[in-house]
């Protein structure tokens, strides 16, 4: 049976009255319809019978909310905005209601101190389905998985255990100062590389060198994945789930190649190694390191290793958590001595006053270095390198100062606000060490009563990093060797005048500094060579 419109044939048996695409896309609107007819009319509301308002916010649209007013980069800055609205802003995705804590306060009060209902995280299907990141500590909902997860990275990472490493990034500092010291003009690439040997030296017992780069190849691939997809909750396929009956290529090309890469980049980072080194275990051949003690730990006698998702699942988190932002972080670092050339004299002055130009700083030297210790504070303050926190997720309905917040409600923690908040750091555009530090009794030391951005640059709660520990003591002995051994200033133009990199920072989970240039001069021929002279062999 045959018809024709406007004369045109078509047909019911054979002939398609719309096209596959325009099939597909019908379905999606169906769908989204359908989903959000469903969740706003027949699922049965939240109980909330006091009445009480959601947290005030912007004014969205119907059935979009404020999906369309929020950016496709620095969600961070957009949410700092909206701090108009108060300390926590309410606002609606498609439906799905989420909030944003915008000072310390706040998100301490719901994460920290009713951590039982507010340590879940939001289903990213995008991400899981797509890009390969499921059971993944750092990102997974709460459940006996991230327990136990959580439980083994916390032996490893523990404030106690942490102690152990510090010859290992005592280590990887040189390396990284010894390897800029002969080129220096790659110390971006050089601060990425040293933070992923730090990672994979700990956890695998294997080198990573300029010549054996291959994790650091393996992390690109997730880290662009990331930052390719949509904060959590802002993608379709996140809100209405039905949707990923769709292939990965419905969703873009440029996205679907993204994720297809940081799926093939997670199995190689968490299968490939783990089974590796099980084989070694077994062959008694292993390596000392963190994944082969979890082996040990969990291995039978019939050669099984339970949990063994779990296990080989930390991997992928330890890298994308350790070695990004410590890389961010020490970028940042460098960007902000170039620009601020007294308050490297300054931190250089303290470091030679103690060590007396004689050896190389240790771990041990860091706390008594006050100057340092200010930087490396304000260094995690003027530029966070996570400045929107993973996204937390309620899983009971609660109330705060007199706000109704449902179960189901996606929980944002601006850091970005956090570390701007002008009451709690006076002048926060402005690299400041100072602000950390008070005299007393002649001396210098570190104020107690200015908030300490570790408070929230890694984290609240339940979900807190459980690699700080770790990141604060490689950080602090990294910069400590850096001041030690170069001289860091600004390239200059054909008249003599600085070159001012661009400080607008590249958007994604972690933020680092654009590539930028600055020049690393030796202080001194002593220290080089007691730096090339105790490299590790």
């Given at each position: 049976m045959s018809y024709t419109v406007e004369g045109r044939p078509i047909g019911l048996a054979g002939d398609r009255i719309v096209s596959p695409t325009q099939a597909i896309c019908l379905g999606v609107v169906s769908l989204y319809l359908l989903s959000f007819i469903t969740r706003h009319f027949i699922v049965r509301a939240s109980s909330n019978p006091k009445g009480l308002p959601f947290p005030p916010g912007p004014t969205g649209v119907p059935f979009f909310g404020n999906s369309l007013q929020l950016p496709r980069s620095k969600l961070w800055v957009k949410f700092f905005e909206w701090t108009i609205y108060g300390d926590i802003v309410g606002i609606s995705l498609m439906g799905k209601k989420a909030v944003v804590l915008n000072t310390y306060e706040t998100a301490s009060q719901l994460l920290?101190?009713?951590?039982?209902?507010?340590?879940?995280?939001?289903?990213?299907?995008?991400?899981?389905?797509?890009?390969?990141?499921?059971?993944?500590?750092s990102t997974s909902p709460y459940n006996e998985s991230v327990v136990l997860q959580r439980k083994l990275m916390n032996q490893f990472f523990g404030p106690?255990?942490?102690?152990?490493?510090?010859?290992?990034?005592?280590?990887?500092?040189?390396?990284?100062?010894?390897?800029?010291?002969?080129?220096?003009?790659?110390?971006?690439?050089?601060?990425?590389?040293?933070?992923?040997?730090?990672?994979?030296?700990?956890?695998?017992?294997?080198?990573?060198?300029?010549?054996?780069?291959?994790?650091?190849?393996?992390?690109?691939?997730?880290?662009?994945?990331?930052?390719?997809?949509?904060?959590?909750?802002?993608?379709?396929v996140d809100?209405?789930?039905?949707?990923?009956?769709?292939?990965?290529?419905?969703?873009?090309?440029?996205?679907?190649?993204?994720?297809?890469?940081?799926?093939?980049?997670?199995?190689?980072?968490?299968?490939g190694p783990f089974q590796r080194v099980k084989q070694?275990?077994?062959?008694?051949?292993?390596?000392?390191?963190?994944?082969?003690?979890?082996?040990?730990?969990?291995?039978?006698?019939?050669?099984?290793?339970?949990?063994?998702?779990?296990?080989?699942?930390?991997?992928?988190?330890?890298l994308m958590a350790g070695a990004d932002t410590t890389a961010a972080t020490v970028d940042t670092f460098i960007l902000a001595m170039a620009l601020h050339p007294e308050s490297q004299k300054k931190a250089q002055q303290e470091i030679d006053d103690f060590l007396h130009g004689e050896r190389l700083p240790v771990m041990e030297d860091i706390d008594s270095l006050c100057y340092l210790q200010a930087i490396i504070k304000e260094?995690?303050?003027?530029?966070?390198?996570?400045?929107?926190?993973?996204?937390?997720?309620?899983?009971?309905?609660?109330?705060?100062?007199?706000?109704?917040?449902?179960?189901?409600?996606?929980?944002?923690?601006?850091?970005?606000s956090m570390a701007?908040?002008?009451?709690?750091?006076?002048?926060?555009?402005?690299?400041?060490?100072?602000?950390?530090?008070?005299?007393?009794?002649?001396?210098?030391?570190?104020?107690?009563?200015v908030l300490?951005?570790?408070?929230?640059?890694?984290?609240?709660?339940?979900r807190i990093c459980p690699g700080r520990h770790f990141a604060v003591k490689s950080v602090g002995i990294t910069l400590a060797t850096i001041l030690t051994i170069f001289d860091i200033s600004l390239p200059k133009d054909k008249d003599g005048l600085p070159i001012i990199p661009d400080l607008d920072y590249e958007s994604g989970i972690v933020s680092h500094p654009k590539p930028f240039q600055c020049i690393f001069t030796p202080r001194s021929e002593n220290l080089s060579k007691l730096l090339l002279h105790n490299l590790p062999e």
């Open positions: 920290n101190r009713r951590g039982a209902i507010y340590s879940s995280r939001p289903v990213r299907i995008l991400t899981t389905k797509y890009g390969g990141q499921a059971g993944t500590v106690g255990t942490v102690k152990s490493y510090n010859g290992l990034l005592t280590k990887h500092a040189r390396l990284f100062a010894s390897w800029t010291l002969e080129n220096p003009s790659q110390f971006q690439f050089y601060t990425r590389l040293a933070g992923t040997a730090n990672i994979i030296d700990l956890m695998f017992g294997e080198e990573v060198t300029p010549q054996k780069r291959i994790w650091l190849d393996r992390l690109d691939d997730i880290m662009r994945g990331l930052a390719a997809s949509p904060p959590p909750g802002t993608h379709p809100i209405f789930p039905s949707l990923s009956v769709f292939p990965g290529w419905f969703w873009g090309a440029k996205l679907n190649k993204a994720m297809a890469e940081m799926k093939s980049a997670f199995m190689k980072v968490n299968d070694d275990v077994v062959a008694g051949v292993a390596v000392p390191s963190m994944v082969s003690s979890m082996i040990r730990e969990y291995m039978g006698a019939d050669g099984l290793v339970t949990h063994e998702k779990d296990i080989s699942g930390i991997t992928g988190a330890a260094t995690t303050r003027w530029k966070p390198v996570a400045p929107l926190a993973l996204t937390h997720s309620l899983t009971q309905d609660d109330e705060y100062n007199g706000m109704f917040l449902p179960a189901g409600t996606m929980v944002y923690p601006n850091i970005w701007y908040n002008s009451q709690e750091y006076p002048n926060s555009t402005k690299f400041e060490p100072g602000r950390f530090i008070e005299e007393h009794d002649g001396h210098a030391r570190l104020r107690k009563n300490d951005p570790t408070e929230f640059i890694f984290g609240f709660g339940r």
